[in-house]
């Protein structure tokens, strides 16, 4: 039997969506106010899930306290109050759209989770706006 254990988070930051390859129009015409060079921030709301079977001797898939510090110590230290362009290595050369982000998340995380578990992440850029990776 196997079940699913959500942790939720959260951090600030901020982006700009940009192709390089692409004219200022070009951006412009995809990412519209995303395109801002100066950069704009969001709320992210990050939910990372773990599935699993029950350990017998603990109860738990996952610890909650071991996720929470794992996301603590892999994504806030790595992703609040950052801007993600320019701070962020892993977007150097990748546009940081909610996507991209959900994908780095989870290549963060998946070294750290036992293998025998899954792992997924959804990404909130807006309350209305979400995306889900698992891998
Ligand atoms: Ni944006």
């Given at each position: 039997m196997k079940i699913k254990v959500s942790r939720r988070a959260h951090f600030n930051a901020a982006h700009r969506l940009y192709?390089?390859?692409?004219s200022f129009e070009q951006n412009e015409e995809v990412f519209g106010k995303c395109n801002n060079p100066n950069f704009h921030g969001h709320n992210y709301e990050l939910i990372v899930s773990v599935t699993g079977e029950i350990d017998?001797?603990?109860?738990?898939?996952?610890?909650t306290k071991v996720l929470k510090d794992l996301i603590k110590s892999e994504v806030e230290e790595a992703?609040?109050?950052?801007?993600l362009n320019v701070e962020v290595p892993e977007f150097k050369?990748?546009?940081?759209?909610a996507e991209h982000i959900a994908v780095v998340i989870w290549n963060k995380l998946r070294p750290h989770i036992d293998t025998d578990k899954e792992l997924e992440v959804t990404l909130y850029e807006t309350p209305r706006n979400f995306v889900t990776y698992g891998g």
């Open positions: 192709n390089p390859k692409w017998p001797e603990t109860g738990f898939v996952i610890d992703l609040d109050h950052k801007n050369e990748l546009n940081p759209t």
